[in-house]
């Protein structure tokens, strides 16, 4: 919930936009969007996404997962009141990469993330070993890496990266050395490219996480 709320807040204040002017997107009064906002009521999971399109983000989707906590044996509470609201985003492929529209969302499978993203967020499978090091971070093939392409590209950031001449993009860690920047593997025994200006970044990478 405050996750939710955090980004509501945030986004209304990027677009200027008031709690009048959104209630009355939502058709509702001034006074029931403060109290979601607030804290004081708790809006169900529809009335969560229904803000979230009413503010231009239909990319993202709260999504409640039930899980068991740590301490869930002192505390008494059943289960099936234990819950987080979860943002789900589109498990892309690597030649659709960025291409992730509205109205498409039916080719796509999703996964869930605590994660709200700054734009249209998606995941990637990660293939091959270029990005696993033998010694500290390392992110290996098959792994679920969620990319974000609203979050700025700077040096020590992992970004999915696209040369203008091929059709399939790549993931490295983008560095800078003596006034220029690279692309470079976290797997040593792959070369490091130049960073240039027929390459794009498609996004970063903020999050990732293995599937059993």
Known sequence: MDKWIELVKAKMSELKITQEILADRLGMSQG?????LN????????????????L??????VALVI??????????????????????????DWRETGEVREGEQ?????ELSDYHAQGAAF??????????????????EGMLILVDPDVEAVP??????QWSNSSEAVFRKLIEEGGQRYLVPLNPTYPKALYTEECRIIG?????TAKF
């Open 39 to 54: 804290k004081r009521r708790e809006p169900g999971i529809e009335d969560m996404n229904r803000v979230l399109k009413a």
């Open 67 to 92: 899980r068991e906590p740590a301490d869930s044996l002192d505390d008494g509470m059943p289960l099936a009141q234990k819950y987080n609201p979860y943002f789900r985003y589109p498990v892309s």
């Open 156 to 161: 020590g950031k992992l970004v999915i990266a």
């Open 106 to 110: 039916g080719r796509y499978r999703f």
């Open 204 to 208: 970063v990478v903020v999050q990732a």
């Open 56 to 61: 231009g983000m239909d990319f993202l989707e």
């Open 32 to 36: 029931g969007v403060g109290h979601w």
């Open 123 to 140: 995941w990637l499978t990660v293939a091959g070993d270029a990005m696993t090091a033998p010694s500290g971070p390392s992110i290996a």
